[in-house]
């Protein structure tokens, strides 16, 4: 070998050393400075609830300030496409939902891939959708309801955080299965479609615990049926869509931590068990349990394969209802 080839060799050899050494000491000495965690809905709604429950805990593991920052619009595509391109250095956040998976086929503004430009760190919670309707609504159990809808052609409508989120898959899928015809109303969140829902301006909501079930408690609100395979603990008298004739009906809410594509293993590694140290604390348990979610704290490797199956599946919920690009 000659010198010069040798000198090249040591000079790359300790360049990728440097880079190592500098890798790592960023990430001991993560975090430096206040963490932006993005929810791109707006605040009330059952991921703005999460994040702040989960950021609270994260401020106190590492320190510093953690930054709830609503950014809602676009169907949540303003708040993901800031995050995707902002710098991969683990102070920039996500807090995701199912939009986040069904937006690259439902909305033309959807510019980001939702796996391949970002970094999963955990999924966060679970939530099952209720079939709710305001007490004007002239209707005791799903039958009932069902034929109501079928009675007034035109009349009903049904309020979601958003296109493409788990309300409107839910509620387009709940077409289909029922026959009915129902008019989608997208709001800018979760919080604001539920104010709708108790004004009278929609009358059917497929609605998580969050926004719902203090409603029903007050008897403002009927649930009709819960949207997964199981009853919910949240609400163990109301029944399962597949016990009411709706064969096979398993469908969930969801929320989960995302970083930007090109963070460091070890940023994302320090996330997560911080993630998971907070879902496994008490007062989190019973927050969450007020608001019927169910935490999870999964692996990155875990969420990534979340991510992709419930791509692959929002992408045949749409397709199978012929659900249009907005």
């Keep these: 070998m000659k010198k010069s080839e040798a000198y090249s060799l040591l000079v790359v050899g300790l360049f990728a050393s440097l880079i190592q050494v500098s890798t790592s000491a960023t990430a001991q000495a993560y975090p430096s400075k206040s963490i932006r965690i993005v929810v791109p809905y707006a605040p009330g709604g059952p991921a703005d609830v999460a994040a702040r429950v989960v950021g609270e805990k994260l401020s106190t593991e590492f320190n510093q300030p953690v930054i709830i ?16 391109r902002s710098a991969p250095d683990g102070y920039t956040l996500l807090f995701a939902a199912p939009a986040h998976t069904s937006n690259p086929s439902l909305m033309k503004t959807a510019t980001y891939d939702p796996v ?19 007490t004007s609504v002239p209707a005791n159990n799903l039958k009932d309801l069902i034929a109501t809808i079928k009675a007034n052609p035109g009349k009903y409508n049904y309020g979601t955080s958003g296109a493409g989120g788990p309300q409107h ?15 989608h109303i997208p709001f800018r969140g979760a919080a604001p479609a539920a104010l709708a829902l108790l004004s009278g301006e929609t009358q059917i909501s497929f609605g998580t615990p969050t926004n719902t079930f203090p409603h029903v408690k007050t008897g403002k609100l009927k649930a009709m049926a819960v949207s997964t395979a199981k009853r919910s603990h949240f609400g163990p008298d109301v029944p399962t869509l597949s016990e009411l004739g709706f064969s096979n009906f398993d469908y969930s809410s969801w929320t989960g931590l995302l970083a930007p594509a090109g963070t460091s293993p070890e940023i994302v590694e320090r ?3 911080a993630v998971v140290k907070a879902l496994n604390t008490k007062d989190v348990k019973d927050k969450f349990d007020l608001q019927g979610m169910d935490g999870v704290g999964s692996s990155p490797e875990e969420f990534k394969k979340f991510l992709i199956q ?4 929002s992408i045949r919920i749409i397709k199978e209802n012929g659900i249009q690009p907005e």
Excluded: C, W
């Design 116 to 134: 391949k430009d970002f970094v999963p760190i955990s999924l966060v919670m679970q939530q099952p959708l209720f079939v709710v309707v305001p």
């Design 69 to 84: 920052d609503n950014r809602s619009g676009g169907n949540a595509t303003i708040g993901t496409d800031y995050v995707a």
């Design 271 to 273: 996330i997560h068990l």
């Design 169 to 183: 898959l839910m509620g387009e899928m709940f077409k289909a299965a029922s026959g009915t015809q129902i008019t």
């Design 310 to 313: 419930d791509t692959a599946r």
